[in-house]
């Protein structure tokens, strides 16, 4: 089975601080994506990658940004981390539309 | 704009059929229709995609009506498991498109 690995389930962070949310998938597949959910808001696309060094704004860039320096990573920065920036982040992976999204599990940020 | 409407949530008794509905009334001939599902505290889920075919896999059916304007997943014997957000999505194969959820469905599994 394809796995998507975000590296923490919990995160509690500062105001100001440079946070670092990774993820890693084990197929080979091409495009990454990273979401937030935020109650009554659903999930929001951040930003996405179809390949390596490659990456592209979704809805919701402002206030991150992202790494792939590998095929299998895909790393979502938040600059100066802000307290609207506390949500849910969710890392997919996939060949393509048509195969589908893989997700992985999520990390809660809280941002104190 | 939204291009799919589902209900808001329902109901549906432990190992019966859930049937689940979603309008797509404005479906172009080149888009598929995608469900997802995402349980409490996980990622959404992969569940099936069809064009204008039915489709059956281990999980789900999916029945698209003969205009493509609406479509109805089943789960053919609903489990506790299967309480979930269930997203019906549409999306061109193989364009730029990303997957955009929309509000999606709330089921749940009564015992």
């Known amino acids: 089975d394809v796995k998507v690995t975000q590296s923490s389930r919990y995160l509690v962070k500062r105001t100001g601080e440079k946070v670092f949310l990774e993820c890693v998938q084990d197929?080979?597949?091409?495009?990454m994506f990273w979401y937030r959910q935020d109650p009554g808001l659903g999930l929001r696309l951040i930003y996405f990658?179809?390949?390596?060094?490659?990456?592209e704004k979704g809805d919701i860039p402002e206030g991150y940004s992202v790494s792939r320096e590998k095929k299998e990573r895909f790393s979502l920065i938040l600059e100066s981390a802000s307290t609207n920036q506390t949500s849910m982040y969710l890392c997919?992976?996939?060949?393509?539309?048509?195969?589908?999204?893989?997700f992985g599990s999520g990390t809660r940020l809280t941002v104190v | 704009d939204a291009k799919t409407t589902q209900p808001t949530s329902m109901d549906c008794a432990e190992g019966r059929a859930a049937n689940l509905p979603c309008n797509h009334s404005?479906?172009?001939?080149?888009?598929?229709v995608y469900w997802y599902r995402q349980i409490h505290s996980q990622g959404p889920q992969y569940i099936i995609h069809g064009l204008k075919n039915n489709e059956t896999n281990e999980m789900a059916s999916l029945i698209i009506t003969e205009d493509r304007k609406s479509s109805t997943l089943i789960l053919p014997h609903a489990t506790l498991r299967d309480t979930a957000v269930y997203y019906c999505i549409v999306l061109t194969q193989g364009g730029s498109e990303k997957l955009v959820f929309g509000k999606g469905m709330k089921l749940t599994v009564n015992p």
């Open positions: 197929m080979d597949h091409e495009n």
């Open positions: 404005t479906i172009s001939g080149n888009e598929y």
């Open positions: 990658s179809y390949d390596v060094k490659m990456k």
């Open positions: 997919a992976s996939s060949w393509g539309q048509f195969y589908g999204y893989t």
